[in-house]
């Protein structure tokens, strides 16, 4: 529980701040780097919606997969220091769906 506290802001610190931007700029160099240009936003005009759709997809995958990759690792470096995870030791079951009753 204490760990939990204690980790908290350094999470978001490292997965929110760092990540986001870590992957952001990821992506702003992928794109620029194949189609030479920045990558269209929804209000982008000359763009399709395939492209506008794909660079928010492919920016949306990129960050998650970066902020994941940076909190992961910053919850391997708590364990390693303090000995504690600072989360939970494995994912809740999922609930179970009943039937109607008809």
Excluded at 27 to 47: K, M, N, Q, V
Aim: hydrophobic content about 45%; glycine content about 10%; cysteine-free.
């Amino acid at each position: 529980m204490i760990a939990n506290l204690i980790f908290k802001p350094i999470g978001v610190l490292v997965g929110a701040v760092v990540g986001g931007k870590v992957g952001n700029r990821a992506f702003e160099g992928f794109w620029a780097h194949r189609y030479g240009t920045e990558a269209p936003t929804a209000t982008t005009e000359r763009a399709s919606w395939p492209q506008v759709l794909g660079a928010a997809a492919l920016r949306a995958s990129l960050v998650a997969v970066t902020v994941a990759a940076l909190s992961r690792a910053a919850a391997s470096g708590f364990r390693h220091v303090t000995g504690f995870w600072p989360g939970e030791e494995r994912p809740k079951p999922a609930p179970r769906i009943e039937p109607r009753a008809r």
